[in-house]
């Protein structure tokens, strides 16, 4: 059977990566990666929808025991990506999407170099201050620190396979899309096996 | 602006690249690279649009001035790729489709390694039998050596970039169509200057 492949979508926050992953997930065969979180739920909130619930003992065993792909801490929360959880998709031949900032990507790189690493940047930087101002979550001066983030992190895409201008989104959609298609065709092991049936055939 | 880039389309004789590559250029907007040959016109062949039709002295000086990417002798005829037509087409940033046999695919690549190199494979060896036997240009004999060509060719499926299985015309279409909107998106020197242009702005 064939096995699924891991898509990173990463990138600056308000490059448009979420509402990307969303699509992805409602118009292809793939599944989203769920975090691992010691945060309580929030109302509404379904364990092993929106997050996997644990205790921080759980969360700490799973960093002991090597079973995250990456994880921070947050406002003295844990977050993390369960790798196992992962794996077993990709075994049973699901495509994973993975939304990450670029520091967890970075991270969850060097765990797993095989996947395929995607940079959703906006179209510019004065296109990028709009959209985090239009969504009012942030002060004047914590948009400007995130874009100084930004500037700083993009320098990282070099680590990346590709990269997504969103400036439209059904565009940028169609073109992650493209690249997950087009990752299929990779000549791999897969092919190999094809190969020898051929042989066996004449 | 944007350079284009060199899709080479190969495969064994009777898997559909010459099929495919027509559907590329009518629906996306790609060009065929034209051959250069010494062969005399057929009826109805127009230069740089069939071949380009030349002199043997003209061929062999296309050879030693290094202007061809690969070329071949058949039945005393030369064939062969104009390097420089390919490449001026990719500077006015046209993406370039060059259908090829395995041999010649393998001679392009020592030149041309940049090129992302699609393998078009047959879905089995009963199949491919089928499609040659209906063509009905080959004698049963010859089939069975085309048959064992490509059991040994495809071998170099390795040197290759990605591999789509032609079992449904318009699916193998689909997926070479998502390689090259794929490949736009590679991490690559042009998204370089968009970032130059991000700390610019800032």
């Known amino acids: 059977m064939k096995k699924g492949q891991l898509f990173i979508v990463s990138g600056p926050s308000g490059a448009g990566k979420g509402t990307i992953c969303q699509k992805l997930v409602s118009e292809m065969d793939v599944e989203l990666s769920i975090s691992m979180t010691t945060r309580n739920p929030r109302p509404g909130e379904v364990d092993g929808v929106n997050y996997y619930f644990v205790t921080r003992e759980e969360f700490e065993q799973a960093i002991?025991?090597?079973?995250?792909?990456?994880?921070?801490?947050?406002?003295?929360?844990?977050?993390?990506?369960?790798?196992?959880?992962?794996?077993?998709?990709?075994?049973?031949?699901k495509d994973v999407v993975l939304e990450i900032d670029i520091q967890?990507?970075?991270?969850?790189?060097?765990e797993y170099?095989?996947?395929?690493?995607?940079?959703?940047?906006?179209p510019s930087m004065t296109e990028l201050r709009k959209r985090i101002t239009r969504r009012g979550s942030d002060s004047p001066d914590s948009i400007e620190l995130r874009l100084g983030k930004t500037l700083s992190e993009v320098s990282y895409i070099d680590k990346y396979n590709y990269c997504v201008i969103n400036?439209?989104?059904?565009?940028?959609?169609?073109?992650?899309?493209?690249?997950?298609?087009?990752?299929?065709?990779?000549?791999?092991?897969?092919?190999?096996?094809?190969i020898k049936n051929y042989k066996e055939e004449v």
């Open 64 to 93: 002991q025991e090597g079973d995250l792909l990456e994880y921070a801490e947050v406002y003295g929360n844990f977050y993390g990506t369960p790798k196992k959880k992962v794996l077993d998709k990709m075994a049973e031949g």
């Open 104 to 110: 967890g990507a970075l991270k969850v790189r060097k």
């Open 167 to 194: 400036e439209d989104l059904e565009e940028a959609v169609a073109r992650v899309k493209a690249i997950i298609l087009a990752e299929h065709s990779r000549v791999s092991e897969q092919i190999y096996e094809l």
């Open 113 to 122: 170099p095989q996947g395929i690493y995607i940079f959703i940047l906006p």
